[in-house]
């Protein structure tokens, strides 16, 4: 190994050298530091991989289950960021790089690493010196070959993820439900996320062959969580998807970001949706949250946290009612804009309830019921692209 | 809180002092209660104070009790008695004051500071003692102190008819010379960790560094801290006997069993016994725990918090199961149990419907919905839904052809004979006492 590297060293014997300013430094550093997890088994992934080209620097972090790649260009926007003086790799901590990187005093920073890995890094008057680990070490990334490559608006697909993502499971129970289904047909993404209490549906358009096909596609909740919060509102609109058997890539114009996907079958769901009605309201969101919310206040988390709703026909309006024998009782009166089919008693958690209707993103909605022990459905007025199921509560 | 009077009342060998109450003639004499006496898992669970001054003592092996005192009554035990017996001394003391809180079948505490603007508190302990022994034949020992954790230590020092008063000022002299491990709180393992770090002595704990117990305990250790301090703002909460009741299920296998597959057969019978015992008293369980006793002797317990109400027989195997396969290290195992806490009234219970099961609670709707109706109509609760009352066991006994059903749920002897040795270990099985 000291051969090979002392001949990748360039003529200063040096492994690697470059001037990179400190904020695009900064930003992609936790970009990756995303996906580096303090309890890996694997040491060499408690590092950030640095990866010099003549065209710029690529930045990976790994931690076995997601991987994310993020890079530096020359110049972005006609704006220099990095100029590469030796183009080579490093693996560093990334605890400790990331919290040097964030506090360097100038706005430039030279990074150059020796044939021993010893990476100093200059930025004004301050110097560190630290001990790299060789990149050689470091696991490739996998390599996705995928037929097809699926195009999806960047703010579309931050929607879809804060509008499911919420309903997967965090128990290990059924580990399948800790991820979101995601399904490719006849030009529709349907994604679906259920935690068997609650579940959330979105059905997208996206920009492919209407051929396309895939099912079963089941991706960690947590991945996508990290996704959400990666994607940010510079650059490209576009993030292209490609699928292989057991793993996703979203790639942006200078992040690639991979998740590993979950094995086993998601369940079926569409059959668990009730299709018929027994009585259907339809709200205003903002004051029915807000009314929610409120009962929420004496409803107790480890019971529940039960709230009753009763619709009255005749008056147009639903009474939320929550109760606690230690603490107290609610009592809010919300008006309906329409009533119809039977008036209805049900319990209902009212954090489930908050979750939906916080992420509709939609100004009034309909509330379908099929029974006080069957699954009611919230939905946009006219919209039916997205479904908010949730689980009643059976009280005695 | 200031100038509390808090009483704990502690019953002396309660279950031997009550079979005494029914059998004059085993007065004074050396008496145990032990499970089933011919088989393996005969085990004392109480002895008279007679017994213990020859060596028997809780929980020794019924044979071993024997050679220590060949002259020992053994008796098994007869819980619907001892309940009885505990539903008379509670409601002998809640003629003193509402304020009185079981912790167990045979001890509790009382709030005695009203009392005591018109009474001297000694008087009214002296009182409580003589009416308990006077009136229901029961011997106790009562604490008196400034809260709940003095007064218990209190009445442990003096027993039997012990009546100790441990002030605040007597806490250096009275508590903090006594073993950690005689502290209230502290069980084996916990002294064992303290007397690691030196910690020998109450009075050690109460002058050790906070932060550093802590460190080595938690929370329970700033607690444990705080009471070897003669600290303790706990409230005397009559309510409170619900949430720390338990109820369990256990029973000693015939053979030492070394499979998943046989603990789960052990685990569903257990479920369904506990299940029908929570169906009686119209509860369900938020907290279940399973016991894991090892050929060696050595028992660990896991448990779980859960939030969805606990009472099927399916739900409380399910659950044991998965504690088991998460705990078990392989041995081989002697006793198995499960037990249930955090209970509440059935009818106060409820229930987060699932997206893959619902269909199945679903049809009980039409019913709920015919009470519902009757409700508005009537008002009050008129109606509720029944419940299958211990149905495993009268099925067992018109098998073995019992003459009076509908039995007790709690099986006749005979059944022993007839079931493939069920084997349950009495004084676990019908353990019913707080966490």
Sequence with gaps: MALATSSIAGESGLLMKLTVYRDALAENVNHVMKAVSPRTTIPILTGIKLEATPEGLTLTGSDSDVSIQAFIPLEEDGVQKIEIHQPGSIVLIARYFADIVKKLPNDQVDIEVDSRFVTRIRSGQAEFSLNGLDAEEYPRLPVIRADNVVPIRKDLLKQVIRQTVYAVSTSETRPVLTGANWAIKNGRLTCVATDSHRLAKRVVAVDVDPAVEYKNVVIPGKSLNELGKILDDNGNDWVDIAITSNQILFKTDNIQFFSRLLEGNYPETDGLIPRDAKTEIILNTKEFLQAIDRASLLAREERNNVVKLKTFEAEKRVEIISQSPEIGRVYESVPVIDHSGEEMRISFSSKYMMDALTRIDAEEIKVTFTGAMKPFLIRPLDDDNILMLILPIRTN | ?435
Excluded at chain 2, 145 to 167: H, W, Y
Excluded at chain 2, 284 to 300: G, H, S
Aim: hydrophobic share 40%; net charge positive; aromatic share 6%.
């Design chain 2, 1 to 435: 809180m200031n100038g509390r009077i808090i009483f704990h009342i502690d019953m002396n060998s309660f279950y031997a002092s009550v079979e005494a109450v029914h059998h004059p003639e085993w007065r004074g004499k050396p008496l145990a209660i032990a499970g089933k006496v011919e088989e393996r898992r005969g085990i004392v669970v109480t002895a008279s104070y007679e017994a213990r001054a020859k060596g028997v003592k809780a929980p020794m092996p019924v044979w071993e009790a024997r050679r220590r005192c060949p002259e020992l009554i053994v008796k098994t035990p007869d819980f619907e008695l001892y309940r009885e017996a505990s539903r008379q001394l509670f409601s002998l003391l809640k003629t003193y004051t509402p304020l009185v809180e079981k912790v167990s079948i045979d001890e509790g505490y009382m709030d005695a500071t009203e009392l005591a603007r018109r009474v001297h508190p000694l008087r009214l302990a002296e009182d409580i003692q003589k009416r308990l022994l006077d009136e229901l034949e029961l011997p106790s020992s009562i604490g008196i102190a400034p809260n709940k954790f003095l007064a218990k230590m209190a009445s442990d020092m003096k027993k039997p008819l012990g009546i100790t008063v441990l002030r605040k000022r007597d806490v250096p002299k009275k508590l903090w010379p006594l073993p950690i491990a005689d502290m209230h709180g502290v069980g084996a393992k916990t002294a064992e960790k303290l007397t690691a770090i030196g910690i020998r002595t109450i009075g050690d704990l109460a002058a050790a560094d906070k932060a550093q117990i802590a460190a080595l305990l938690g929370q329970y250790g700033e607690m444990l801290h705080e009471r070897a301090n003669g600290r303790d703002a706990r409230p005397v909460d009559p309510e409170a006997e619900a949430v720390f009741k338990s109820i369990s299920q256990s029973t000693t296998l015939p053979e030492d069993i070394v499979s998943e597959e046989e603990a789960r057969r052990v685990f569903q019978r257990l479920a369904v016994r506990l299940s029908e015992r929570l169906k009686k008293k119209r509860s369900v369980a938020y907290q279940a725990a399973i016991t894991i006793r090892y050929a060696n002797w050595q028992t660990t317990s896991h448990g779980k918090t859960v939030h969805q109400p606990l009472q099927s027989p399916q739900e409380l195997a399910a659950i044991a199961v998965r504690l088991f396969a998460e705990h078990w290290d392989g041995r081989p195992i002697r006793l198995l149990g499960i037990s249930v806490q955090s209970l509440e009234d059935a009818a106060r219970a409820t229930k987060q419907l699932d997206l893959f099961t619902y269909q199945t609670d679903a049809k009980e709707e039409p019913l709920l919905e015919a009470i519902q109706r009757l409700e508005a109509k009537y008002g009050a609760p008129v109606v509720q839904k029944g419940v299958a009352r211990g149905q495993a066991a009268f099925k067992k006994a018109q098998a073995d052809g019992a003459r009076t059903p509908p039995p007790s749920p709690r099986p006749k002897q005979s059944r022993h004979e007839h079931s493939e040795s069920e084997a349950e270990e009495r004084p676990d099985s019908e353990n019913e006492s707080h966490a």
